[in-house]
């Protein structure tokens, strides 16, 4: 079925550092792709997603191409803070499993 | 429209007793989904509702646990005779269509204390 394999973290950035989480799925056809987040203390969000290969999502300064070569979905920032520390889930529709996630703790 | 609402929102319960945590989705969902988070540990999908009937309890313990999606009201996620590794914060979300052919919208959280 189709599934998403993500970066274990967890990651540890300091403020203003490039950040890349890993996401690769494996999926029949071409569906939507999701990263959500979750800040402390509170539910998952959606943070960007791409609908068909080739597109890019993005918000709050995070990027994510659909890459259907590569069967990829990673997500970048080019200049994090520390307000972004949270957990970030990569999913498609489909597969309800969210998974750990990765952490990332940004630190000032 | 407001959003996907659960209550409560934190709920102490002692070793054998009941836990009912409620969710009512988004307005025109239909399509419930109930998660477990213990502390620093990711998402574990628990039950999947459509209204009055189950479609997927794969994630669901065979024992206490249960879950219900009636034709008016909220679901409801049954915790009978609680133990201390119940303690958790469970989530549910909602969508629209079927499973979740598209996004899920989340509600805030019941967090669960088993004292």
């Known amino acids: 079925g189709d599934s998403v394999t993500q970066m274990e973290g967890p990651v540890t950035l300091s403020e203003e550092a490039f950040l890349t989480i890993n996401c690769t799925y494996t999926?029949?056809?071409?569906?939507?792709l999701f990263w959500y987040v979750q800040y402390p203390g509170e539910g998952l969000q959606l943070l960007l997603k791409?609908?068909?290969?080739?597109d890019k999502g993005s918000n709050k300064g995070f990027e994510a191409t659909y890459r259907k070569e590569t069967t990829s979905f990673h997500l970048e920032k080019g200049s994090v803070q520390v307000s972004d520390s949270a957990v970030y889930f990569c999913?498609?529709?489909?597969?309800?499993?969210f998974g750990a996630g990765t952490r990332l703790t940004v630190k000032p | 429209n407001a959003g996907v609402m659960q209550n409560p929102r934190h709920l102490v319960r002692r070793r054998g007793q009941e836990a009912r945590l409620r969710c009512s989705p988004m307005k025109g969902h239909s399509h419930v989904y109930w998660y477990r988070q213990l502390p620093e540990e990711g998402l574990k999908f628990m039950v999947y509702?459509?209204?009055?009937?189950?479609?997927?309890e794969s994630g669901m313990p065979k024992e206490r646990f249960s879950a219900e999606f009636p034709k008016e009201g909220p679901s409801i996620l049954r915790i009978q005779q609680v133990v201390r590794g119940d303690s958790a914060a469970y989530f549910c979300?909602?969508?629209?269509?079927?499973?979740?052919?598209?996004?899920?919208?989340f509600g805030e959280g019941s967090r669960l204390t088993v004292l």
């Open positions: 509702l459509q209204k009055e009937n189950i479609i997927d």
């Open positions: 999926a029949t056809g071409y569906p939507s």
């Open positions: 979300a909602s969508s629209p269509a079927a499973k979740a052919t598209g996004e899920l919208f």
């Open positions: 791409a609908t068909k290969a080739d």
């Open positions: 999913a498609l529709p489909g597969d309800m499993r």
